[in-house]
């Protein structure tokens, strides 16, 4: 019996300090998601933006699509590059994979199951080609300058230096 009056003691103070905490707790209640539409192509700046009450979805700029499989590669934007800057790109990159004069169906052969996704970023670290290659769990991620004037060389470049990435 005084177990019991001793828990029932603590739920009340527990529900009081809850009632507190929902009352004076720095307005967590009020705050909402206000973005329409609830997708976008860089992480999401509403308010809520990094609680629960934030259901934005961050989706990729565009897709290319791997040799003879199913597998679509991501194109994402990062912070920093304007919507502008990421269309023109992302169509750059897409023409680029997409002319087989341009990435031959072997290079695309070389390129399966090699490549993790594209990131359209505002700064390379290598600054001669504009572009980097990270290596992350065996596969690439390439990451191109928004103004990277060798679109059309990096998939063929690639292709042809995977052992140098160590791919
Ligand atoms: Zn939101
Ligand atoms: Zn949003």
Not at 43 to 59: D, S
Not at 95 to 101: E, G, I, R, V
Not at 133 to 149: E, G, L, S
Request: glycine letters at 6%; hydrophobic letters at 35%.
């Amino acid at each position: 019996m005084k177990n019991r009056k001793i828990s029932l003691t603590l739920a009340v103070v527990f529900a009081l300090v809850l009632t507190v905490c929902d009352n004076g707790g720095g307005g967590n209640k009020t705050v909402v998601c206000t973005c329409n539409p609830k997708e976008h192509y860089l992480p999401c700046t509403c308010e809520a933006a990094g609680t629960a009450k934030c259901t934005c979805v961050v989706i990729p700029r565009g897709y290319i699509s791997e040799y003879q499989t199913n597998v679509q590669i991501p194109i994402w934007q990062k912070a920093g590059v304007t919507n502008a800057q990421a269309i023109g790109v992302t169509t750059a990159l897409t023409a680029a994979w997409n002319t087989s004069s341009i990435v031959t169906d072997s290079d695309k052969n070389k390129l399966k199951e090699k490549v993790q996704e594209v990131w359209i970023v505002k700064t390379a670290t290598d600054q001669t080609w504009k572009r980097d290659i990270d290596v992350v769990d065996n596969k690439a991620i390439i990451k191109v300058q928004y103004d990277c004037p060798y679109i059309d060389n990096i998939f063929n470049d690639l292709a042809d230096n995977l052992s140098s990435h160590g791919l």
